[in-house]
């Protein structure tokens, strides 16, 4: 039966969510304290893959959201996706490259190991390509906050509801159940569940009807250089660095796939991601450093999604690597809400696995 929904966040997580839930005709209100695009997505290094990630069910979820990003790609106008694959070699050894390639081969993933001279046809750019490394092709990639405002933007023309600029100061309940939302303005938004999304910020939300999120903030740094015409194909996970190409032109960096630790002087950190960036790649001479951001990323204790009912009434959805998985999130909590499905996919995921 449709329901009435808050959901708090309007991150990629939080936009998949109220899209699905709008689709499958709840009445749904998308709640939060910034604006659209929420916190951590718009400084997303924002990669779409299963090359990441252990154990197998989590490798297997990761798969099963690059479908339903395609799903997605298809139906939510101004939605694009870029997929023009990945290269990647930053294991420490090539045994370990090629037992990783076997592995993701043998979990139907679409990889495979390329040689040096393979690897420089697809990446010219590259001043010293890999001697080996793993090639997927049906990796991509999206400009996380363009993608999230186009997300939310078709489930308002769907019937959800924006409240933003005006946070969630306190759950609302009626004895053990949550039963809506009080906001800073002191609206009150009653509903049959409340859905919480917000990055970091779940955890103090949570934690108001004793439900306890073992989640981290995590600071991440990004660089960005002034556009040049283009000279990256794809996406470059190299060792300590990831480089990409934005649409407007723009090399996107970090060294690690949750963002370069920015230090105690994020502004030296930045010229270093930068130098690398220039020993990486040929002709690097013409690139200007553009600046640099501090993403704040949820990340989960045990590094996997933390994704269920935690209360009654109440569910959460907060996960590193949002960006992949925002999909096949949004469509298993809607399910879960609207049918009373919990995907076997999404199964181990729940906050259950923490009570031991």
Not at 66 to 91: F, I, Y
Not at 118 to 142: F, K, N, T
Not at 241 to 246: A, G, V, W
Not at 338 to 348: F, V
């Amino acid at each position: 039966m449709p329901e009435n929904v808050v959901v708090v966040g309007a991150g990629i997580i939080g936009a998949s969510v109220a899209w699905h839930l709008a689709r499958g005709g709840a009445t749904v209100t998308v709640v939060d304290r910034g604006e659209a695009g929420g916190v951590a997505t718009p400084r997303s290094w924002a990669w779409i893959n299963a090359s990441w990630g252990h154990p197998d069910h989590y490798v297997r979820l990761r798969m099963r959201a690059m479908e339903e990003w395609h799903r997605m790609d298809g139906v939510v106008p101004g939605l694009e996706v870029n997929w023009c694959g990945g290269l990647v070699w930053d294991l420490a050894s090539e045994e370990e490259l090629r037992a990783f390639v076997a592995e993701r081969q043998g979990q139907g993933y679409d990889i495979r190991l390329v040689e040096r001279g393979e690897a420089a046809e697809i990446e010219p750019v590259l001043a010293d390509p890999p001697v080996l490394a793993a090639y997927s092709a049906a990796e991509g990639a999206i400009e996380p906050l363009e993608a999230t405002q186009a997300i939310l933007a078709d489930a308002e023309r769907q019937g959800a509801q924006l409240v933003l600029g005006n946070g969630v100061e306190r759950l609302l309940t009626d004895g053990e159940r949550v039963v809506g939302v009080r906001l800073a303005d002191g609206t009150e938004i009653r509903a049959d569940r409340v859905v919480l999304a917000a990055g970091s910020a779940t955890v103090g939300l949570a934690a108001q009807v004793g439900v306890k999120v073992p989640v981290d903030d995590s600071a991440g740094l990004l660089i960005v250089t002034e556009p040049v015409e283009p000279i990256i194909n794809g996406l470059i996970v190299g060792p300590g660095l990831e480089l990409r190409q934005l649409r407007d032109g723009r090399l996107l960096a970090s060294g690690h796939y949750a963002g370069s630790d920015p230090g105690a002087d994020p502004q030296a950190t930045a010229e270093g991601l930068f130098a690398t960036v220039q020993a990486g790649i040929r002709g690097s001479e013409r690139l200007r450093l553009g600046g640099h951001v501090i993403g704040h990323r949820p990340m989960p204790r045990d590094g996997l999604p933390v994704v269920g009912q935690a209360a009654p009434g109440l569910h959460v959805a907060v996960t590193h690597s949002g960006v992949t998985l925002a999909p096949a999130i949004g469509r298993f909590v809607a399910e879960e809400i609207l049918r009373g499905q919990r995907n076997p996919l999404i199964a181990p995921f729940g906050l259950d696995r923490f009570a031991a």
